[in-house]
């Protein structure tokens, strides 16, 4: 736990808070992370960092947010109207820097209801920590077009769509239609196109004015020279981003970045730039825009489809309901047969053995996409005839309410710590059910036994506190009788008035079917 107070610099009349940090090269981490969304996106508050001369802590300094207050958890309508602007900006832009505690609380709104990142300490996170190595953090078209649901992209906490590790079937916070609002594609263009545009020597200033030679800033020069690189290939490949290239607002956000870029100050009084480079700065950027420009229009050349349709990952791992499963279907068939009508539309008559080989291809596509969704198809229907979403809905809103009562009971907290990691293993069962990793026989009896495991865990609070009346011994069974889905009425399973005999027949009831 960081030790955070808030005060005044010396000669600043802006509030700063003051947090304390452990390790000295995760202060500098957290402080390159923040100044590089600060750079990407200028509305962001400025990070500094300072030390103690005598005991050699570092302290990282965070501008005052004006106004802060938490994401709303119960308005998705709202982001996708566009009245809590910059997600889309953040979001891409925390997948760049390979966030992972996207949570709220580390992503918050300011007076002017824009959203604004804090807290960047788990930045670069494979850098961090090397047991982070594993987590998946390509950047895809796939991940670029389901934003902002992190399609194929690890984090421990990604807003309420990922907690604690745990992917979520359903979101609060946001809505599906986020995915293809207006505002919010623009904002992800917005960030891409800033990205891609930075100079291999504006990188290296950058990162060299906030990283010690002693932390081995090359690493991180190195990191976002490959990262940038990464998104190219992927931002190319997305059509709205090159409708956006085509558009004179590109231009114009081309022009406030090259301002934002010369501009930029580190720690309160050290430019990234002298002026006598301003000049070439501006060449380079604008060559650069030019490339990505004739990139976007050679885009549907042959051998692009060629690469395009061999290098389309067909992973639906990410995919967590029924409706997503679909939707992913269909949008892989569309870049598939985009890939077909792209080499149509740019080969002729000599290019007849490439087209049958591209049909092949495509076709060998089709297959893969086909079998992955009627294997996953069919565990969602099982799911749904279970009821099993919906009890877990329910069962985190009961777990939440025992979460509040605890704060006023202590004899409610061991209860609600147990509901609440109950909550998680019985999600963990549905994601491991849902995934493809092992056939459907064997990942069905794996489902079984979770769910079997988190019922006895259970039980054996309720068999702790029999004595206990009222809401906490209905609420357990409760909770419990999710897994009995809609087939709890053939069992009367709330007619009775043995906990221990609801239970048991609960416990039966899943084991039937589940065999």
């Known amino acids: 736990m960081h030790k955070i107070r808030k005060g005044y610099l010396a000669g600043d009349s802006r509030v700063f808070y003051h947090k304390e940090m452990e390790l000295r090269s995760v202060a500098y981490l957290e402080l390159l992370a923040q100044e590089f969304f600060r ?140 995915a293809s609002a207006p505002h919010f594609r623009q904002e992800i263009n917005e960030a891409m196109l800033k990205i891609l545009l930075l100079p291999d020597d504006y990188i290296k200033k950058f990162v060299d004015a906030f990283i010690p030679f002693t932390i081995k800033a090359d690493l991180f020069i190195d990191y976002i020279k490959t990262r940038r690189e990464e998104l190219k290939h992927a931002a190319l490949q997305d059509d709205f981003f090159k409708l956006y290239l085509k558009s004179r607002l590109a231009k114009e956000h081309m022009n406030q970045h090259l301002l934002q870029m010369q501009s930029f100050v580190a720690n309160g009084n050290y430019p990234i730039m002298d002026v006598a480079e301003y000049e070439l700065l501006e060449d380079q950027v ?166 079997l495991l988190a019922v006895k865990d259970a039980r054996a609070i309720l068999d702790n506190h029999r004595e206990w009346k009222g809401k906490i011994k209905k609420f357990i069974i409760d909770i419990i009788s999710f897994l009995t889905a809609g087939l709890s009425a053939q069992l009367g399973l709330f007619g009775k008035t043995d906990s221990g005999a609801k239970l048991d027949n609960l416990e039966q009831l899943v084991s039937k079917n589940f065999n």
């Open 39 to 178: 750079l990407i996106i200028p509305s962001q508050p400025e990070t500094r960092i300072a030390s103690h001369p005598y005991f050699s802590t570092y302290v990282i300094l965070s501008e005052e947010i004006a106004g802060y207050k938490p994401l709303p958890v119960d308005s998705p309508a709202n982001f996708t109207k566009g009245f809590y602007p910059g997600l889309g900006q953040i979001m891409i832009t925390s997948i760049f820097l390979q966030e992972i505690d996207l949570k709220n609380g580390n992503i918050c709104l300011n007076k002017n209801n824009h959203v604004i990142k804090i807290d960047g300490d788990w930045c670069f996170a494979a850098m961090r920590d090397s047991s982070f190595k594993h987590y998946k953090k390509a950047i895809t078209p796939e991940l670029l077009a389901t934003l902002p649901y992190p399609f194929g992209y690890s984090a421990f906490n990604w807003l309420d769509m990922t907690v604690k590790g745990v992917a979520q079937q359903s979101s609060r916070m946001v809505e599906d239609d986020l």
């Open 286 to 451: 604008s060559l650069t825009y030019d490339n990505l420009y004739e990139r976007a229009e050679v885009d549907s050349e042959s051998l692009n489809s060629f690469s395009r349709l061999n290098e389309l990952k067909i992973d639906f791992s990410a995919t967590t309901s029924k409706k997503r499963l679909v939707d992913y279907r269909d949008l892989l068939l569309k870049k598939i047969n985009n890939c077909i009508e792209s080499f149509s539309k740019s080969s002729d008559n000599s290019q007849e053995e490439q087209s049958i080989r591209l049909i092949q291809l495509a076709e060998e596509k089709r297959k893969l996409v086909y079998d992955s969704f009627f294997q996953l198809e069919k565990r969602f229907i099982d799911l749904e005839q279970l009821g099993f979403d919906a009890h877990i809905k329910l069962f985190t809103k009961k777990q939440k309410e025992m979460s509040i009562k605890s704060l006023g009971n202590p004899k409610y907290s061991e209860a609600a710590r147990k509901a609440h990691l109950l909550c998680n293993r019985l999600q963990q069962a549905r994601n491991n059910f849902t995934s493809l990793d092992k056939p459907f026989e064997q990942a069905k009896k794996d489902f079984k036994r979770e769910c």
